[in-house]
Every structure is written in structure tokens, then in C-alpha cells.
């Protein structure tokens, strides 16, 4: 802890790259891993990818409903509030959620990787996107321009990143001197990738996770511990 946080105090571009981990404290769901995690219960291509919507959109905008109502009831924790309140920092995400903006991360500083659960958009090219109230969250429906079914704006399987949002993640990456990697399992291209640029850049890697699987490299900082603890620890002036 005192190596990391002496890493912490030295960086002067410092960049977050968070996942599924961060949230799991406010009761949102991982995604990998034993338990109550996302893909031991279900089959990712059958519910993350346009092949699996094209084949039961009923069932995939169901899902997406479930983990809405989820994410509705849900409240950031101490270690999304002591992220945010580095205000110097760049904060890139793979999360789908709004806990780092509702912890007070000012609106678009955050970074999303894999798109946001708060809107829907045509699953064609016609552009149209709508806001979705995450209290009441829709189930399948038509897209009012064009007719075809609308689908969260999140990132599938097989689908591009997307791109304004990819080239200022990477850009912030190869210039930073300190990437914090908290709660991913670093499963998932391009976005893990992160980790190997920011280190071949020469950055310091600080690593927060439950699992000491997370700790790939050895001349990363590994610190042991769940986010909501850890992090706080982290920022603390002791
Ligand atoms: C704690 C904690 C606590 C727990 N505190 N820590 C072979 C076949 C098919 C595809 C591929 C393939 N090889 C590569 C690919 C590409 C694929 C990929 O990487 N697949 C791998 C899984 C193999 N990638 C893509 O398809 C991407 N696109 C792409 O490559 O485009 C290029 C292209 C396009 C077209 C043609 C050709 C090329 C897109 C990836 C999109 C990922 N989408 C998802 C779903 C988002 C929507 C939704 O939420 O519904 O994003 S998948 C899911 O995984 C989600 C996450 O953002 C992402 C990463 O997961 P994350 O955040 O790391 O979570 P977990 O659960 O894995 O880990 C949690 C961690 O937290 C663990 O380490 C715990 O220990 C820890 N933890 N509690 C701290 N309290
Ligand atoms: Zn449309």
C-alpha cells in the first residue's frame, strides 16, 4: 500500500482504467468469475452481440431491463467517490453504468470503453438514439425513424469501440506515467491492451483487484483488496 500510494503522489499524468470490479460493491454484477457473475449464469454471445439480438431481441431487451432496474436502485460507493475527486485525473472505463458521474464526475470526463446502459439506439445506421429512464426501463420497440428494433447503446462482441472515445483512451494512455487498473479481469481487446501501451510507454502499473490472478506482471504494484476500500486507502493523505 505505502509503494502504491508513493506512486500515486510522484504521477503527474495519471490515468484510471476500470471495470465490472469497481461496481461490484454498489451490487452491480461481474462479468467473469464464480458466483453470482453475469457469464456463469448466461451465454455472452446469446446476449452480447448483434447475432444474439437478431435471434431473440425479446430476450436480450429483458436483460438489458434487469440490469437497468439494478443499476436505478444502485449508489456509487467510497471508491467511486475517491476516484472522481481526483479531478486531475483521466478516468477510462469499460463500465456500462453512470456511478462514476453520479459520484460526481463531471458530465463526459469519464471515458466509456463499452458505451453506457442510459440510452438505446437503432440497431441499423439511420443514427437515432434516445435516453432511456433507467426506473422504468423500456423492453423492445421499434426505432420511430426508420422501423427497425432499438438496442442499448453498449459494445458487443465482434462490434468497433467507439471511436472519438478510443483514440482520447489511448492518446491518455501513451502520454500518462501511472495507469490504475481497478477491478478488470483484462479479458477483453481492445480495451486491455491499455495496460500494454501504458506500460511499454513506460508507465507505472498499480493493480486493484480481489484476485491475485489480476497480477500479471511483476513489475506492476499489485494491491489485494475490494475497490470500495481500497481505493479510499489509496487517496488518503496517510
Ligand atoms: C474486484 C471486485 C471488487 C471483483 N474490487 N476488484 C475470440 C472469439 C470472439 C471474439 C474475440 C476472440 N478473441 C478476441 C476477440 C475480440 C473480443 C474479445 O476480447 N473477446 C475476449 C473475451 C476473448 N472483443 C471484442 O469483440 C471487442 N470488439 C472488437 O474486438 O472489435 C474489433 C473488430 C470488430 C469487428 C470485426 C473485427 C474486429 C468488443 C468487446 C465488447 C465487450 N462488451 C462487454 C459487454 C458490454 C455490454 C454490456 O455490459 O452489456 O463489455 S463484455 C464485458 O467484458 C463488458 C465488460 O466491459 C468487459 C470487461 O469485463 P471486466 O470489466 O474486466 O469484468 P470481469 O467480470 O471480467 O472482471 C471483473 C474483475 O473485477 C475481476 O478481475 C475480479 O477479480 C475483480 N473484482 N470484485 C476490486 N470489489
Ligand atoms: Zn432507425
Known sequence: MQQ?????????????????GLSAESGIATFRGQGDSLWSQY?????????????????????????????????????????????????????VDDLLERAGAPPDSV???HGSLLSDRCLLTCGYEQAVDLADPPGLRQCPQCAAPLRPT???????????????????????????VVGTSAAVYPAAGLIELARENGAEILIANTDDAAAIDKRDVFVHGPAAKVLPQLFSGD
Open 4 to 20: 502504491a500510494k508513493a506512486s500515486i503522489a510522484r504521477a503527474r499524468r495519471p490515468v484510471s482504467f476500470s471495470g465490472a
Open 154 to 180: 453498449v459494445v458487443w462482441f465482434g462490434e468497433h469501440l467507439p471511436e472519438d472515445t478510443w483514440t482520447a483512451a489511448r492518446a491518455a494512455v501513451q502520454q500518462c506515467d501511472l495507469l490504475l
Open 43 to 95: 451465454d455472452p454471445m446469446r446476449l452480447a452481440s448483434e447475432e444474439g439480438f437478431r435471434a431473440n431481441p425479446e430476450l436480450v431487451m429483458d436483460w438489458y431491463a434487469a440490469r437497468r432496474s439494478t443499476l436505478a436502485a444502485a449508489s456509487p460507493h467510497a471508491g467511486h467517490h475517491a476516484l472522481v475527486q481526483q479531478t486531475s485525473w483521466v478516468h477510462v472505463t469499460q463500465n
Open 111 to 113: 471515458l466509456h470503453l
